[in-house]
Antibody, heavy 119, light 109 residues
């Protein structure tokens, strides 16, 4: 059974940092692009970032470019999102998602982890 | 570039059909046949309903169908049922970026 389990969310002050992790199981992580998608409370889904299968190619939404870094450790079956210089508008549930075939089709989602940026 | 445009809400009676539109641009929806649709119930993670414009994943009811014309994609739910009440989001590949729609709340009257 495919499972994605996020962790690392919590309360952080503006300007602070957090690192999210996504533990993958039930499939070969190295065969899939992976993404992070976020959802602010009561708002819609927003794509954040993606990483290709070997980790050499990444892309970011303009709103997080230069502040967030996506990475992966295929040997540990884990995806990461390093979030620096956090702002109040980064407050959201962050979902880890699996891309079916490098087509930005998300067939599996984690349960999400809540990041709250507040003083 | 910003989110794809969806109607905020659509409603229908049980058994009826409804259609949700998703309008993008020639740089996303219009350029690629890579539009997907997601259903999200309150407090739950989204679920893939349609991919590559009109394909249904295994296990998704054939009451759900997708199409595209120009810069606009559409999701149709036929034979509306109470369990279809949820938020729906479209999503399009756009080269080095990806855009979700603004979301549509479907209400079953």
């Amino acid at each position: 059974e495919v499972q994605l389990v996020e962790s690392g969310g919590g309360l952080v002050q503006p300007g602070g940092s957090l690192r999210l992790s996504c533990a993958a199981s039930g499939f070969n992580l190295r065969s899939h692009w992976m993404h992070w998608v976020r959802q602010a409370p009561g708002k819609g889904l927003v794509w954040v970032s993606r990483i290709n299968s070997d980790g050499r190619s990444t892309s970011y939404a303009d709103s997080v470019k230069g502040r967030f870094t996506i990475s992966r450790d295929n040997a540990k079956n884990t995806l990461y999102l390093q979030m620096d210089s956090l702002r109040a508008e980064d407050t959201a549930v962050y979902y880890c998602t699996r891309d079916v075939g490098s087509t930005t089709t998300f067939d599996y989602w984690g349960q999400g982890t809540l990041v709250t940026v507040s003083s | 570039q910003s989110a794809l445009t969806q109607p905020a809400s659509v409603s229908g009676s049980p058994g009826q059909s409804i259609t949700i539109s998703c309008t993008g641009t020639s740089s996303d929806v219009g350029s690629y046949n890579l539009v997907s649709w997601y259903q999200q119930h309150p407090g739950k993670a989204p679920k893939l309903m349609i991919y590559e414009g009109s394909k249904r994943p295994s296990g998704v009811s054939n009451r759900f169908s997708g199409s595209k014309s120009g810069n606009t994609a559409s999701l149709t739910i036929s034979g509306l049922q109470a369990e279809d009440e949820a938020d729906y989001y479209c999503c399009s590949y756009a080269g080095r970026s990806t855009f979700f729609g603004t979301g549509t709340k479907v209400t079953v009257l």
